[in-house]
């Protein structure tokens, strides 16, 4: 036998998932010595030995869960005499950062029944984690990723935990944030007190990984009223947590592709359809739509929640079986602000919403919110990415400069180039308050921090009085402004790796354009750092600007005046304040500036149709129209192709005098068969045969899944966003794809 030796570096996700235990176990199993530890670029080693081909083939075969291997560096070295045995070294850093902390992770099966093990030293503790599980992003403030850089800092570990993080045969080994009963957190409330609370009809401020979830009984219609009240939430859709699929299969369809995603690792919020069964629960929760978001529990603490709910249920078989339970939990922050993360901060700023606040001591450094998916066509797609998948990195085509983006007003995310990867932020929100433009420097701030990064140019929106933009030209480093819709596509081509031309059409509520222009329904071709506005929807006026995006009744007036119907305003919208004012506003183009938005179509429509003519959020009235449609119609001659100009108008005009129900399948099918006749032969002429999709309007499932089949009957690949949201939350990413080819890339 020859005994050869090897060093070896290892890129990707591989510290804080037990990847550096699964080195030293199978280099102990295969006989081998050497060392292993982690660095600033990831996990670096060296093995010894006449098995070192089977190690290199089994260290990724044989990977923990949690890791992600992007590369793999093998170099052969002379071997070391005398080395007897495999050691674990103490983390180095001797430059800047290349690897990057995991996201935070749900509960693993082992550590749910060990906390349910009423023998074992950790029964009912609701803080426990292990290599495969627990938080990693929203605790840790920099790498190398061990304790003395997590929120577990504070927390000495007790002899017990002290063995199990140092006992390499323990699923606890080099466990960072490992902790028990006798060491660890624990919670200000008995969870006996909690279910006491939700019981009687409490809101309840529970303390999470990314921040505090407000919680309430979803069946009792009390509660949900009165905390829709009390956020000034009044139309908004809750998510809720269901125990498990049996559970969620009591009042939802869940497909299996729609289990798989509730069941992941990353335990989003998935938008899934009500059944009959839902009639259970508040009428409030999703008023008139089709679809609610669920999730299931993703912590210790809500596992035991439930099991204190049901009356703590002895063995395991009540974590597969269907319960009554289900909680309404949403993200615990007054209407507009951040999440809420510290427990001064709960008292503070929770006090009002809540009947109850339960905190802890482990310290969240992180914000961060839920994320939010839906399956379309059988693939999952972002409504909003936050935790479970931040700070995964979304691979580039090529090696780029180091970029910041600060992404846009509404649904804003940030995003930083580093390499071949792009690292794009939790969800930060609409950036309209102060703490807002707070919690978004925060997010620049750690972000840079962890992946050490320094932007050799930073991208924003065109818009000058975007808190983003005025934050990005202060910053003391090269500016470059992309227009909001050209972002839109080019986030699509850098996580499709498409690289030359590339027709897309981008359809939003509003982009600044050229001359100050409003800008929504655009027909683009974009090569780069360049894009060519070659098409656009007819423009309909805004009749008081942007407060038309809540009152659809208003674009319905719009449409009407430029129908030439302009005399039925008044009495179609009579039971709306100012009906006579805004059609003389029309009349004389009087705050009521053109724009093209696609958004603001849909606004049209239901304002015709009467759905939702004032939205109490955005994107109310369209998602209400959206679940209205159950067999999509297409309406011949209904709308015009004219020098790139796509009129819909008399579309709008045919809604007029329909039941919602079939107006709203008329105008789904029309609108997705007229956008795929408009795109069509530009696509054909100038992108190989492949068009993008991208802005807020491709959420929209029905007529997203319309554009797709639509065009692939053509021959025509779409390409939708998939690692980021089709809305403003991934714009960021297309903002620094663009900075970054301008910038060298």
């Given amino acids: 036998m020859t005994v050869t030796r090897a060093h070896v570096r290892v890129r990707g996700l591989v510290q804080g998932v037990g990847f550096r235990p699964h080195v030293h176990s199978l280099a102990h199993r295969l006989g081998l010595t050497g060392w292993v530890k982690n660095d600033e670029r990831g996990v670096e080693l060296e093995v ?83 290599t495969h599980c627990g938080p990693r992003f929203t605790i840790t403030h920099s790498l190398p990723y061990d304790r003395p850089q997590t929120s577990m800092a504070v927390f000495p570990m007790c002899p017990a935990c002290e063995r199990e993080y140092s006992d390499p045969a323990d699923r606890r080994f080099h466990a960072q944030p490992i902790a028990c009963p006798r060491c660890g957190p624990s919670l ?99 008023r008139d739509l089709k679809h609610l978001g669920v999730m299931l529990p993703y912590t210790p603490l809500h596992v035991l929640l439930f099991h204190e ?40 700023r929770l006090g009002g919403l809540a009947d109850a606040v339960v905190t802890h ?70 950036v309209d308050t ?64 498409h690289m030359g031309p590339l027709v897309g059409l981008a359809l939003d509520g509003f982009g600044l354009g050229a001359n100050n222009e409003s800008w929504g329904g655009e027909l683009m071709v974009i090569d780069g750092p360049t894009y060519e506005r070659v098409g656009h929807l007819r423009a309909l006026r805004q009749p ?6 809540r009152q659809p009744w208003r674009m319905a007036a719009a449409a009407l005046h430029e129908l030439g119907r302009g005399a039925e305003i008044e009495r179609r919208f009579a039971a709306h304040e100012g009906a006579r004012v805004l059609r003389v506003m029309l009349e004389k183009g009087l705050q009521s500036p053109w724009t093209t938005s696609c958004g ?67 105008f789904h099918g029309t609108l997705a068969a007229a956008l795929v006749e408009w795109a069509l032969p530009v696509v054909k002429a100038r992108s190989s045969g492949v068009v993008a999709l991208g802005g807020g309007c491709v959420l929209n499932d029905v007529l997203s899944g319309l554009l797709i089949d639509g065009f692939s009957r053509q021959g025509v690949e779409a390409l939708v966003p998939r690692a980021v949201p089709a809305n403003d939350g991934g714009l960021s990413l297309g903002q620094a794809w663009v900075a970054a080819l301008q910038f060298g890339g």
């Fill in 48 to 130: 010894q030995g006449d098995r070192c081909d089977d190690f290199m083939k089994l260290l990724e075969l044989e990977a923990p869960p949690l890791s992600r291997i992007d590369g793999l560096e093998v170099q052969h070295r002379e071997p070391k005499d005398g080395e007897a045995s495999f050691t674990i070294e103490s983390s180095a850093k001797h430059g800047k950062a290349t690897s990057a902390i995991g996201p935070d992770a749900t509960v693993c099966r082992a550590c749910i029944e060990e906390m349910l093990d009423p023998t074992g030293r950790r029964y009912l503790y609701p803080f426990l984690s292990c």
């Fill in 188 to 286: 200000s409330m008995p969870l006996d007190e909690v279910a006491r609370r939700l019981r009687s009809g409490e809101l309840v401020a529970l303390k999470g990984l990314g921040g505090f979830h407000l919680v309430c009984d979803a069946r009792q219609a009390a509660p949900v009223a009165e905390l829709r009240t009390k956020k000034h939430r009044h139309g908004k859709p809750f998510a809720v947590m269901a125990l498990n699929l049996a559970s969620a299969r009591g009042f939802a369809s869940v497909s299996e592709a729609e289990g798989a995603l509730l069941e992941s690792i990353e335990r989003p919020v998935v938008l899934v359809e009500k059944t009959a069964g839902a009639e259970a629960l508040s009428h409030e929760l999703a």
């Fill in 309 to 348: 709910l049901m009356g703590r249920p002895q063995g395991l078989e009540w974590l597969d079986q269907p319960c009554d339970w289900v909680l309404l939990m949403t993200s615990a922050n007054p209407g507009g602000e951040p999440l809420v993360i510290g427990n001064q901060e709960a008292a503070r």
């Fill in 361 to 430: 001591e482990r310290e969240i450094l992180v914000r961060a919110d839920d994320s939010v998916m839906r399956v379309s066509r059988g693939t999952p797609r972002f409504i909003r990415r936050a935790r479970g998948f931040v700070p995964r990195p979304v691979p580039l085509s090529r090696e780029v400069p180091p970029v910041l983006a600060v992404g846009p007003h509404l649904k804003n995310t940030v995003c930083f180039t580093r390499g071949r990867e792009a690292f794009v932020g939790q969800h930060v929100g609409d």
């Fill in 434 to 497: 102060v703490a807002t433009a707070r919690f978004l420097e925060e997010t620049i701030e750690h972000l840079r921090k962890t992946l050490e990064v320094t932007p050799v140019a930073v991208a924003h929106d065109l818009h000058p009085d975007f808190v983003s933009t005025r934050l990005a030209q202060g910053l003391g480093i090269p500016t470059v402004p992309v227009q909001h819709h050209h972002a839109h596509l080019a986030s699509i081509a850098a996580e499709h790796r």
């Fill in 544 to 549: 008081g600007g942007d407060v038309a995006a």
């Fill in 600 to 666: 603001r179509l849909f606004d049209a429509a239901c304002g015709l149709l009467g759905v939702r003519p004032v939205a109490s959020y955005e994107g109310e009235a369209p998602m209400v129209l959206e679940s209205l449609v159950t067999t999509p119609r297409v309406l011949e001659g209904s709308w015009e192709i004219r020098d790139g100009v796509l009129d819909l108008l008399p579309l709008l005009g045919a809604l007029v005098g329909r039941s919602p129900a079939e107006g709203a399948e008329v």
